[in-house]
């Protein structure tokens, strides 16, 4: 079982509370984007990031020292969004920790795919990005069926808790031999199942955490998944989509 998370924006340098443990599977590929990025106006980065001044500034001072190969945080570390946050892999045990790094695969626009201890530096480049490289008109097409093709080689069974930005880069690709289940974090509203980011992102890691605590290894173990207010809802899923509905207005 491999699952997959999306990144997040914000990043962090940690070089010192845990060990980088190899570099990431797709890190010439990174080097081209990298060149690409490194040939783009400051201008044409601000409209490609899709961000205000200061954080073009930033991101265009972080572009000119970046160095892939020094200053390594773990992946697991470096990305400080509400889902990392909820996973919390700081306070994790050790045990905890080996079963992400067997298990949980993190899907990036600039790396592809990460396992928690490859050694990265931060980046802003979303998968929707309209970068042009190798011929390619944006990150899909240049990443093509790479990453689904790493999974497929690793496992039979994906867990999909990535957002649909990120998974996309990966479900269309797999073989008919590998089984991607989605979990879904909902309310009911209006008779539907709608999702809300916020509480997606929290519940996603939360489930991870969850599953790393229960050394979760079956799919058929996934609907025990009830916390932060969360349920398993039988008749709103099937066999490769599972849905967990939380009460509308509860806070908890």
Same mark, same amino acid.
């Given at each position: 079982?491999?699952?997959?998370?999306?990144p997040?924006?914000?990043?962090?340098?940690?070089?010192?509370?845990?060990?980088? +443990?190899?570099?990431?599977?797709?890190?010439e590929?990174a080097r081209?984007?990298?060149a690409a990025l &490194?040939?783009?106006t400051p201008?044409e980065?601000?409209a490609?990031?899709?961000?205000?001044?200061?954080i073009?500034?930033e991101n265009?001072? /972080?572009? $000119?020292?970046?160095?892939?190969?020094?200053g390594?945080?773990?992946a697991?570390l470096?990305?400080?969004?509400?889902q990392?946050? #909820?996973? $919390?892999?700081g306070v994790?045990e050790?045990?905890?920790?080996?079963y992400l790094?067997?298990r949980? &695969?993190?899907l990036?626009? =600039?790396?592809g795919?990460l396992?928690p201890f490859?050694?990265?530096?931060? #980046?802003? +480049?979303?998968?929707? $990005?309209?970068l042009r490289?190798?011929?390619?008109?944006d990150?899909?097409?240049?990443?093509?069926? /790479?990453?689904?093709?790493?999974?497929a080689a690793?496992?039979?069974l994906?867990?999909?808790?990535?957002?649909k930005?990120?998974?996309r880069a990966v $479900?269309p #690709?797999l073989p008919g031999?590998?089984?991607?289940?989605t979990?879904? =974090?909902?309310e009911?509203k209006?008779g539907?199942v709608?999702?809300?980011?916020?509480r997606?992102k929290?519940?996603?890691g939360q489930?991870v955490?969850w599953?790393?605590?229960n050394?979760?290894? &079956?799919?058929?173990?996934?609907?025990?998944?009830d916390?932060l207010? #969360? /349920? =398993?809802?039988r008749e709103?899923s099937g066999?490769?989509?599972?849905?967990?509905?939380r009460?509308?207005?509860?806070?908890t």
């Open positions: 079982m491999r699952i997959i998370i999306a997040a924006k914000r990043m962090a340098v940690d070089t010192d509370s845990l060990e980088v +443990l190899g570099p990431p599977l797709f890190l590929e081209r984007l990298m &490194r040939g783009m201008g980065l601000q490609l990031w899709r961000c205000n001044d200061a073009a500034k265009v001072d /972080r572009l $000119a020292r970046m160095d892939l190969d020094r390594l945080t773990p697991i470096a990305y400080d969004g509400i990392y946050q #909820y996973m $919390a892999p994790m050790t045990e905890q920790l080996a790094q067997e949980l &695969r993190i990036s626009g =600039f790396y795919l396992r490859d050694g990265v530096v931060p #980046y802003r +480049l979303e998968m929707q $990005a309209r490289v190798d011929g390619c008109r990150l899909y097409r240049f990443w093509g069926d /790479r990453l689904a093709r790493q999974l690793e496992t039979g994906v867990v999909d808790l990535a957002s930005e990120y998974s $479900a #690709y031999s590998v089984r991607f289940v979990c879904v =974090f909902g009911r209006g539907k709608v999702e809300k980011g916020t997606c929290m519940a996603r489930m955490r599953m790393a605590e050394n979760i290894t &079956r799919p058929d173990d996934l609907p025990a998944f916390q207010g #969360y /349920r =398993f809802c709103e066999e490769d989509r599972l849905v967990f509905l009460e509308a207005g509860r806070d």
